[in-house]
């Protein structure tokens, strides 16, 4: 499954470079989704995978650390890159005739490094809390990667103010970036009711399909994991729904956007021609 993980993302990664029809915003961003869907599942997949071959499952302080900050740094650019491409979409229909002078390629880049900037910086605060107390609870973290909860769980300062401040992050990067994903589609339903023709509003909602499904996936797993209570947490449960989103959601998201995506299925078809007509 990783493989094909691996192999799905870098094909979009590729086909979007290599064809130039591709090479509008949408599509940019989402080869940069997929660039980031590949390196969220490099911090935590391969290090499964090797636990599961090796006797010894044994994690430093410094490895735990950092394995937590770039798995939530990837996971929160991603919540904020969903966020961009649905205020794309919005661009796109809502405001058609400006959408070029709008979304022109240096306010795409500067917008995608906000995106990575902000999503790393959340992380940064998280990890300096959680890490900054001693741990004494136990020496075992109950998942297959260092994910916040389990984590928290080992602190000797386990406050109700430290619990606090890290649920108030949370809710800050998922809920904001959700209702903000939110505002723009009801911009978009508003504008695609207003298209007279039933071809041109399938067109429409086409070019959104795609984006809504991994929106839906991605904020539902992360809805499930971090804004409940810590009471709730089931350990066996949090791992089945960590399996979901670290492994499952990354192999379709490149099977959603090119099985779902006309534009994207003719390119992979146009350049497997040219590549098999330049081997021959």
Known sequence: MYLVTLSG?????????????????????????????????????????????MESQAISIAGCRAQMFFFLGLGCSNCFFLTLMGYDRYVAICLPLRYSVIMRPTVCLCLGALVFCLGFSVPLIETSIIFSTPFCSSDRVEHFFCDVPPVLKLSCAQSASLALGIFFISVLVVLVSFLLILLSYAFIVAAIVRIRSAAGRRKAFSTCGAHLTVVIVHFGCACIVYLRPASVGNPAQDRLVAIFYTVVTPLLNPVVYTLRNKEVRVALRRTLAHSCGVCK
Request: net charge neutral; hydrophobic share 50%.
């Open 9 to 53: 993302n870098v094909t979009i990664i590729t086909i979007i470079h290599v064809d130039r029809t591709l090479h509008t915003p949408m599509y940019r961003f989402l080869a940069v989704l997929s660039l980031s869907e590949t390196c969220y599942t490099l911090v935590t997949i391969p290090n499964m995978l090797a636990h599961l071959l």
